[in-house]
Antibody
Framework: QVQLQESGPGLVKASETLSLTCTVSGGSISTSYCSWIRQPPGKGLEWIADSYYSGDTNYNPSLRGRATISIDTTKNQFSLTLNSVTAPDTAVYYC???????????WGQGTLVTVSS | EIVLTQSPATLSLSPGERATLSCRASQSVKSFLAWHQQKPGQAPRLLISDASNRATGIPARFSGSGSGTDFTLTISSLEPEDFAVYYCQQRGKWPFTFGPGTKVDI
């Protein structure tokens, strides 16, 4: 069974860079489409980015070029960096994966990242 | 971007009753629409993909229908564990988007 686990700092200072990693177990990342999604406290879900191991990536324009998603097939991990963070970037960040673009068959448990001033 | 509108915002029902949730897209997403369930403090869970395909392990009481711009999630007979927030999600056009959710409560 495929499982995903997010890891990274829970607190990031404003204007700095948020970095998260998602470790995938029970399946190969080379056959998965990998996504990052976030949910501000008490609010809905926002798609950040997705990628395939071939290098194809998509980014939500709302993030104005601040996000980068990358895949490391040797570690079966994928990562997210979000630079120049501000308070509105405070959210639970989820990694997810699926068998085609935009499918989210498997979700990580989520990790809360708080942006502090 | 494609905007998804869900109705109603809240659905108050009792165990054993039928729940009908609606999702409308601002433009056609063909059949590229999924439904996810989220309980408090938990990650979302995929219920239905591509409008009508139940995900692995999802009970038969959950069913999805629709195409184009109008979609429905039906829970035929609510179990206590079904009280949660339900999100629709489209993958017809990037950026992929979610609806605002429908809360099903007792």
């Amino acid at each position: 069974q495929v499982q995903l686990q997010e890891s990274g700092p829970g607190l990031v200072k404003a204007s700095e860079t948020l970095s998260l990693t998602c470790t995938v177990s029970g399946g190969s990342i080379s056959t998965s489409y990998c996504s990052w999604i976030r949910q501000p406290p008490g609010k809905g879900l926002e798609w950040i980015a997705d990628s395939y191991y071939s290098g194809d990536t998509n980014y939500n324009p709302s993030l104005r070029g601040r996000a980068t998603i990358s895949i490391d097939t040797t570690k079966n991990q994928f990562s997210l960096t979000l630079n120049s963070v501000t308070a509105p970037d405070t959210a639970v960040y989820y990694c997810a994966s699926g068998l085609s673009w935009g499918t989210l068959g498997h979700w990580g448990q989520g990790t809360l990242v708080t942006v502090s001033s | 971007e494609i905007v998804l509108t869900q109705s109603p915002a809240t659905l108050s029902l009792s165990p054993g009753e039928r729940a009908t949730l609606s999702c409308r897209a601002s433009q056609s997403v063909k059949s590229f629409l999924a439904w996810h369930q989220q309980k408090p403090g938990q990650a979302p869970r995929l219920l239905i993909s591509d409008a009508s395909n139940r995900a692995t392990g999802i009970p038969a009481r959950f069913s999805g229908s629709g195409s184009g711009t109008d979609f429905t999630l039906t829970i035929s007979s609510l179990e206590p564990e079904d009280f949660a927030v339900y999100y629709c999600q489209q993958r017809g056009k990037w950026p992929f988007t979610f609806g605002p959710g429908t809360k099903v409560d007792i």
